[in-house]
Every structure is written in structure tokens, then in C-alpha cells.
């Protein structure tokens, strides 16, 4: 074969092959552009206008929750695990902050860093039973989900308590989408996190235990870190959800388990391990947000809006995958 027809053929099947590799993430950008099209669309048929500032900002405001919890979920799918208890560490961790947190700089900073620690226990208790125990995941998740729901309404029996403005304000500013570095900055945590030493151990765990094993990684710790980290990012977006309510609600992380999983899901990561990047679920976090905008805008009976946004999700997670096995064929 000629040189000339050797360097196209080679050109090609790179790209395809680097194609193939970022699948998942290269689908939820499409999906998520697909949806902000669409919400546009909607929203212009409705106001005879485009969406603006406000409307930026509360859809960054109101994902960043789910975006942190997606974060943590990824890093435990990664391990071919799966984390139900999300929702109970975001209801503990908003009501913490919402009973205890004070107007101050030094009671901002300091409950912040105990919420964090909390999380961090939460999810390290998580991967004790998982790792050490050798629990199933779902069994020990959901029975701590329970366990946390209960402490959480032991700390705030109803809705209330408070978040200081100026907290919101750090987090959430209502006035412009400035959270959005703080995923600007969990993208690069990411990278660097891809990376390293735990990083490339958890990944490598969730492709072949046994070959990770083999070559000197330490699985069981492998698996409490990241349950760990779960934990952490599932507090993080305990804090975010109570700064965007401006007060606790020992109920209102109860839905962040699934869409979590959802987000997970739509962002390309692999749900038997190994594979996928949080980058992406932060992604399929928007595109789970952008859904329910839509179908506000389209006027969608609100009885029937849960049975539309679930056939959504569906037809993206089966269309998607679809697309990004035939991708993967074909490197």
C-alpha cells in the first residue's frame, strides 16, 4: 500500500477510534444541545421571547445539586457499584447546615467543612460494609438510605431553619449563573482526579477486579474511596440544595437518588464499571433539568409530567446507547 493511502486510512480510523472512545460524552453534549434547542423553542412560544439571565441562572441554580450527586455516583458506578443512599446524605447534610449555620464568616466556613466531614463519614461507612463486609451494594445503600432519611428528620422534623444570604449568595448568586464555575472547577478536579493513582485504581477495579488484583491494587481500598467520595459530593449537593431553598428540608434529597442514577446513565457511564467520565453525568444532570423545562413550557398536564419526563429519559438512554455501541464497533 502506497504511503499516500496509508496516512488517510490512519487519519481515520484515529478518528474513529477517538470517536469511539469519548461516545458518551460526545451523546449527552448532543442531547443537552438538542434540549436547550428545544426548551428555546418552547420558551419563544410561549413568552415571544428567549430565555435570558434569569432564566440562565435558575436552571444552573437548580441543577448544581444534582450535578454534585451525580459527581459522587459516577466515581461508585465506576466500581460497578451503586449508591442509594445519595438522597438520604443530601437530606442530612441541607438539614445540618439549615439548624446550625450561622450568619458569620467563621460559622459559614466552619459548618461547611463539618457537613463535608459528615458526608465523607456517611460514604466511608458505605464502603466498610461494601468493601470490607463484601455487602452488596443496592442492600447496604438502601438500608442506609433509611438510616439517614430517619437522622435527618431526628435534626429537622419540618421544613425550616435557615441559610445566611451571604452563603447563598457564595453558592447560588440569584443574580448570575456564577456556580457554573464550580463545575468549571469539578471538571478539572475530574481530570486531574482521571489521572491519579486512585483514580486509575478505581477505574481499573471496575474493569476486571481480578486483573486489578493481580496487578497490586488494593480493592478494598479502592472501593471505600470512592464510597467516600460519594459521600462527599452527595454533602456537596446537600449544601447547594439548602442554599438554593435558603432554608432545610429533611425530605428534599429524596429524589436525588434516582435522577443521580439517571444522570449517570445519560452522561455515557458504564453502569457495569469501568467506563465513563463525570464530566458527562454533570451533563446528563442539565439534560435531566433542561426535560423538565420543556415539558413546563409545553404546557404539559402537570398530572401527567412524571410519565412524559420518564418516556423521555428512556427513549435518550436507549437511543444513546444504540448509538454509542454502533460507535464503538466500528473503531
Known amino acids: 500500500m502506497s504511503p499516500e493511502l496509508a496516512a488517510p486510512r490512519r487519519r ?118 461494601v468493601g470490607v463486609g463484601r455487602l452488596q451494594p443496592i442492600v447496604v445503600t438502601l438500608a442506609t438510605l433509611s438510616i439517614f432519611q430517619g437522622l435527618a428528620i431526628r435534626v429537622l422534623p419540618q421544613p425550616g431553619g435557615a441559610i445566611p444570604p451571604g452563603y447563598t449568595a457564595l453558592l447560588v448568586n440569584m443574580n448570575q449563573p456564577w456556580a457554573l464555575l464550580y463545575l468549571v472547577l469539578c471538571a478539572g478536579l475530574w481530570l486531574a482526579f482521571r489521572r491519579s493513582a486512585i483514580g486509575v485504581a478505581i477505574i481499573a477495579v471496575g474493569n476486571d477486579e481480578a486483573a486489578a488484583r493481580a496487578n497490586g491494587i488494593n480493592v478494598v481500598r479502592s472501593r471505600v474511596i470512592a464510597y467516600t467520595l460519594s459521600g462527599v459530593f452527595a454533602a456537596a449537593a ?20 434516582l435522577s443521580s442514577i439517571v444522570a449517570v446513565v445519560l452522561g455515557g457511564v458504564n453502569l457495569f464499571g469501568g467506563r465513563g467520565s463525570a464530566i458527562g453525568a454533570m451533563a446528563g444532570g442539565f439534560v435531566t433539568t433542561m426535560i423538565v423545562n420543556i415539558l413546563f413550557f409545553s404546557r404539559i398536564d402537570p398530572l401527567y409530567q412524571s410519565f412524559y419526563e420518564g418516556l423521555f429519559l428512556i427513549i435518550a438512554v436507549v437511543v444513546g446507547g444504540g448509538i454509542g455501541r454502533m460507535l464503538r464497533r466500528r473503531r
Open 238 to 257: 446537600g449544601l447547594f440544595l439548602a442554599a438554593t431553598a435558603t432554608a432545610g428540608d429533611a425530605t428534599s434529597g429524596n429524589g436525588f437518588t
Open 12 to 129: 481515520r480510523s484515529l478518528s474513529v477510534h477517538i470517536v469511539g472512545q469519548n461516545a458518551g460524552l460526545l451523546l449527552v453534549f448532543a442531547m443537552l444541545a438538542a434540549a436547550v434547542a428545544l426548551y428555546c423553542l418552547f420558551y419563544w412560544m410561549q413568552q415571544r421571547s428567549f430565555p435570558g439571565n434569569f432564566e440562565l441562572t435558575s436552571t444552573v441554580d437548580n441543577t448544581m445539586p444534582l450535578a454534585m450527586a451525580a459527581i459522587g455516583q459516577t466515581i461508585v458506578v465506576l466500581t460497578r457499584g451503586l449508591d442509594l443512599s445519595v438522597g438520604g446524605i443530601i437530606d442530612l447534610t441541607n438539614a445540618l447546615a439549615a439548624v446550625h449555620m450561622q450568619d458569620s464568616l467563621g460559622s459559614m466556613l466552619g459548618w461547611t467543612v463539618l457537613v463535608l466531614l459528615a458526608g465523607a463519614a456517611l460514604g466511608f461507612l458505605n464502603g466498610l460494609l
